[in-house]
């Protein structure tokens, strides 16, 4: 019922389905939020698929929030089990303590400001992401689970650029897969192919993202190939080749860079 009035109040009234929609929406809510490692996969996949800014002008469903509900509410439920709660640690502590200093030095800065209504604006934007982030630390240490973290991390990242490369190679730029592969307008220095931005409009910030995929990319790849489970190293070879194959249609010097960068560490923290 709260479910059916809460889309009513954000969508309206105009499709009768949501009274059948917006129940089993809520239900399903509830089961996710029951279930950590359920959660913090579905928190990943939207922020990282950027669901929220591809399908902002199609509809009102705000993914977005939806998603750090869903965060909070799988929170307050895993914390009632004392098991899980023995999960959250000094480390938990120290990240929270390290990100309210830095929300402090904003608001500081703030009090100083010429534009108060602007900066407001970007404090309130800067404390939600800050709240996300905490809450998807939370979910992964109550989840128990960080090779599936990773996984979920990098699963979409290699899907979005495999639709890039498809998009390029295939369609000749043409095809945007719903948004999901944007081929942005910007013509960069010395660029071989069209420029891609996966399902965000600039091809540096997707660049970023899949620079964060590499290690979690690679790590995986060496724990399957510890595993000597073949299906399992050929899986993890096409997901890290098609995170690069991104990394290369960003056409981005920055993110080139980044990408030798973190490539490099990993090969000097990993073990022979």
């Given at each position: 019922?709260?479910?059916?009035?809460?889309?009513?109040?954000?969508?309206?009234?105009?499709t009768p389905?949501?009274?059948?929609?917006?129940?089993?929406?809520?239900?399903?809510?509830v089961?996710?939020a029951?279930?950590?490692?359920?959660?913090v996969i579905?928190?990943?996949?939207?922020e990282v698929?950027?669901?929220?800014?591809?399908?902002?002008?199609?509809g009102?469903?705000p993914f977005?929030?939806?998603?750090?509900l869903?965060g909070?509410?799988?929170?307050g439920?895993?914390?009632r089990?004392p098991?899980?709660r023995?999960?959250?640690?000094a480390?938990t502590?120290?990240?929270?303590?390290?990100v309210?200093f830095?929300?402090?030095?904003r608001?500081v800065?703030t009090?100083?400001?010429?534009?108060?209504g602007?900066?407001?604006?970007?404090l309130?934007?800067?404390?939600?992401?800050?709240?996300?982030?905490?809450?998807?630390?939370c979910?992964?240490?109550?989840?128990?689970?960080?090779w599936?973290?990773?996984?979920?991390f990098?699963?979409?990242l290699?899907?979005l650029?495999l639709?890039?490369?498809i998009d390029?190679?295939?369609?000749?730029g043409t095809?945007?897969f719903?948004?999901?592969?944007t081929?942005?307008?910007?013509?960069?220095?010395?660029?071989?192919t069209q420029?891609y931005?996966?399902?965000?409009?600039d091809?540096n910030?997707?660049?970023r993202?899949?620079?964060?995929g590499l290690?979690?990319?690679a790590?995986l790849?060496t724990r399957?190939q510890r595993?000597g489970?073949r299906?399992s190293i050929?899986?993890?070879?096409?997901?890290?080749?098609s995170?690069l194959?991104g990394?290369?249609?960003?056409?981005s010097?920055g993110?080139f860079v980044?990408?030798?960068?973190a490539?490099a560490v990993?090969?000097?923290?990993v073990e022979?």
């Open positions: 019922g709260l479910a059916a009035l809460a889309a009513v109040a954000q969508i309206g009234s105009r389905a949501l009274l059948v929609i917006a129940p089993i929406a809520g239900a399903g809510l089961y996710a029951l279930r950590p490692k359920l959660a579905i928190m990943e996949v939207i698929t950027n669901v929220s800014g591809v399908l902002s002008d199609r009102a469903i977005f929030q939806a998603s750090m869903l909070l509410l799988s929170i439920f895993a914390l089990k098991e899980l023995e999960r959250l640690n480390w502590a120290l990240a929270a303590s390290l309210v830095y929300i402090a030095t608001v800065a009090l100083g400001t010429t534009d108060l602007a900066s407001l604006g970007s309130y934007r800067t404390a939600v992401d800050c709240l996300f982030l905490l809450i998807l630390l979910l992964i240490q109550l989840a128990g689970q960080p599936l973290v990773a996984a979920a990098v699963l979409p290699a899907g650029s639709l890039t490369v390029e190679f295939i369609f000749g095809q945007s719903g948004g999901f592969s081929r942005t307008i910007a013509s960069g220095e010395l660029v071989t420029r931005g996966g399902p965000l409009p091809s910030f997707w660049g993202h899949l620079v964060m290690p979690f990319a790590a790849l399957a595993s489970r299906l050929f899986l993890w070879w096409a997901v890290l080749l995170v194959a990394v290369y249609l960003t056409q010097r993110t980044a990408a030798g960068l490539v990993w090969f000097l923290l022979r």
